[in-house]
């Protein structure tokens, strides 16, 4: 590598770690706050007397929180290896698309050729996650497998 490049290859990745932090941040504070509103709906959910109908809005906001947990796995992940792990981005798409269906399917709102497509969608996002589960382990260390990551260090 250049000269040159070496301060601004050190600047950049100084630049993105800033960058991905302030969005861990403000993803950890949607969390909490979010599992905070949830815990206050689930209050108010018990107080009223027809409660089944108000259950879409509970499943709602507990996989929307799940969502942001599996983002903020990702990001962690990224501290920890430098790499964007394929794995974590796509579970939060999954979890995303689910959330859709089951929302969807509770209002019944959707239409026969959507649940097709996504249930289509659900698929390629799965056979994606699992190919690149495999690639990811192939490309560790054995002794990784074997070991926890300080023993390995």
Avoid: C, N
């Avoid at 993105?16 to 599992?35: E, K, P, Q, R, S």
């Avoid at 269906?101 to 249930?119: Q, R, T």
Wanted: proline share 2%.
């Amino acid at each position: 590598m250049s000269h040159f490049l070496k301060p601004l290859q050190r600047w950049f990745d100084r630049f993105v770690d800033a960058v991905f932090g302030l969005i861990l941040l403000f993803i950890t504070l949607g969390i909490a706050i979010g599992a905070f509103m949830l815990l206050r709906d689930l209050w108010d959910l018990m107080s009223l007397k027809g409660i089944t109908g108000h259950y879409i809005d509970l499943i709602s906001d507990v996989l929307t929180l799940y969502v942001l947990v599996e983002l903020s796995r990702s990001l962690v992940e990224y501290f920890h290896t430098r790499k964007l792990r394929l794995t974590f981005i796509i579970d939060a798409a999954l979890v995303f698309v689910v959330r859709e269906v089951l929302i969807g399917l509770f209002k019944h709102d959707l239409k026969p050729e959507m649940i097709l497509a996504l249930s289509a969608l659900i698929l390629v996002l799965g056979v994606v996650r699992i190919g690149s589960a495999l690639v990811y382990q192939k490309g560790e260390p054995k002794a990784a497998h074997r070991f926890s990551r300080k023993e390995v260090e």
